[in-house]
């Protein structure tokens, strides 16, 4: 067995794999031998059959298939051995190998590889700020009105009054009649998106089958408009018309009263007993909730302005060829040129940047990590059993979070939220960014 390289191009590489009779004889001559004994062949009692006779049958076959298993076992061992960073893997050059021939003894195969880039990275020109939010109390005080809300006891009145939600099927109205081709879409209305005066004019004391005509562009906002008729935001804009509600359906929500059996609904393992506490909470959950999102955002934002950056040669046409040559669906050689700029070549750029990444600091989380993760997580709604000491309730949870981490199926989102994690603290150490504070609304705004 011999295996060489040669540079062909700025990162290409061609390699060589010469392999002789004595790196495979011995596997061929075992099979062989389990041939022989399990051969039926005419003339002959079974296991009986003549070696020259086997080896005249099955020789070439089995050649074939040991050669290729050397190949790959050989190969992968060289690229680990030589600490070689390619990209993706070989593929065989089979226009310099030629037609391989197995009834001879020696074979050199040839195959192309290409070295990964190394990301030049300039953390100084990275211009991307830390976003952090502001929780208001007015903010907290609405998310405590909705809760209640939500947790409050559900009815389906007669009449409609500015608490309720109005459903039912509208039309577009032309002239006083139904427009051909307009809007025709089933509809809910929160009441109190109208002001006092039109919900009084228009919705006060309806009744289910009744009918209301009222331009929506006279009396909501395009948000309430395009959330309400299923358009977007630019087409509610631009709405004009008159529209006819068919009410076919009420609902009014009385408000849970705000005490500790709505703050054991909302929080079931806290023991929250005051007003002022579950408030603390809540801001509490929703910083932790938009501090993750702000470090999502950042995380996207530094890889465009990473990918923007990254100008080092790319071995093009052999990660075409490699990507065509998994065999996945659409992904033909002629496709993935076609798409190349748009589709392929950023995340391919992202790759590279990553393994440069990689090099500075490890930051794929380990098995440890991902079983911690979900120990929290267990923690937080598996509590423990009144006849259950310290110890056992941790071993309990210890052997639970290990056999959850073992399948792979259950562990991706855990896996991509520590690594996502690792790989802020990382961008975050050498950007050094500057702090933006914003309020939850500006936040929505922005990332809309």
Same mark, same amino acid.
């Given at each position: ?47 009986n059959? &003549?070696?020259?006779?086997i ?13 290729? @298993? ?8 060289y ?34 590889? $290409?070295?990964?880039?190394k ?36 009815e389906? &009145? ?55 005509v009222?331009? &929506? ?18 087409? /509610? ?17 009385t ?13 079931p ?6 007003v ?37 040669y ?9 990507l ?31 393994? @440069? ?18 120990k ?8 423990r ?15 639970? /979070? ?22 802020? $603290? ?6 050094? &960014? ?15």
């Amino acid at each position: 067995m011999n295996i060489t390289r040669e540079n062909t191009g700025e990162l290409e590489l061609l390699i060589k794999v010469e392999i002789s009779e004595s790196d495979y004889q011995e596997n061929v001559e075992k099979q062989l031998k389990e041939y022989q004994k399990k051969a039926v062949v005419a003339g002959f009692r079974r296991g009986n059959a &003549p070696m020259g006779l086997i080896k005249k049958m099955y020789q070439k076959a089995i050649v074939a298939d040991e050669v290729q @298993s050397v190949i790959g076992q050989s190969l992968y061992k060289y690229i680990e051995d030589e600490n070689l960073k390619i990209v993706g893997s070989p593929l065989s050059n089979d226009e310099k190998t030629g037609e391989i021939d197995f009834d001879k003894k020696d074979f050199v195969f040839y195959f192309d590889a $290409a070295f990964m880039p190394k990301a030049n990275i300039q953390w100084k020109n990275i211009d991307v700020k830390r976003t952090q939010i502001k929780v208001s109390s007015k903010e907290i005080d609405e998310q405590l009105d909705d809760a209640a809300r939500r947790f409050g006891k559900f009815e389906t &009145p007669e009449t409609v009054e500015q608490t309720d939600f109005v459903y039912g099927k509208v039309v577009e109205m032309e002239n006083g009649n139904v427009k051909e081709g307009g809007l025709n879409t089933f509809m809910s209305l929160e009441m109190k998106k109208l002001k006092a005066t039109n919900f009084k004019k228009l919705f006060a004391e309806k009744k289910v089958e009744d009918k209301v005509v009222f331009n &929506p562009s006279k009396v909501l906002d395009a948000e309430t408009i395009a959330a309400s008729f299923r358009m977007k935001e630019e087409e /509610a804009q631009n709405f004009v018309s008159d529209v006819e509600l068919s009410i076919s359906g009420i609902s009014r929500i009385t408000p849970h009263e705000i005490n500790e059996e709505l703050f054991a609904k909302m929080f079931p393992n806290e023991n929250i007993k005051n007003v002022d506490d579950v408030k603390k909470k809540m801001k509490a959950e929703t910083e932790k909730i938009y501090e993750e999102q702000c470090k999502m955002l950042f995380n996207a934002e530094v890889r465009k302005a990473l990918i923007d950056q990254f100008t080092e040669y790319i071995p093009t046409e052999f990660i075409q060829k490699w990507l065509a040559s998994r065999g996945e669906k659409d992904m033909t050689l002629e496709n993935i040129v076609a798409e190349w700029d748009g589709k392929y070549l950023p995340s391919i750029k992202w790759e590279f940047i990553e393994s @440069s990444l990689r090099e500075m600091k490890d930051i794929d989380p380990t098995q440890n990590e991902v079983v911690d993760y979900i120990k929290g997580v267990m923690t937080s709604y598996d509590l423990r059993k009144e006849d259950e000491d310290e110890k056992a309730y941790d071993e309990r949870i210890e052997k639970a /979070a290990r056999t959850i981490a073992q399948d792979k199926n259950n562990v991706g989102q855990v896996y991509e939220k520590i690594y996502s994690e690792k790989l802020f $603290a990382l961008l975050e150490e050498n950007i050094k &960014p500057e702090v933006e504070k914003m309020t939850i609304k500006e936040f929505s705004e922005r990332n809309k």
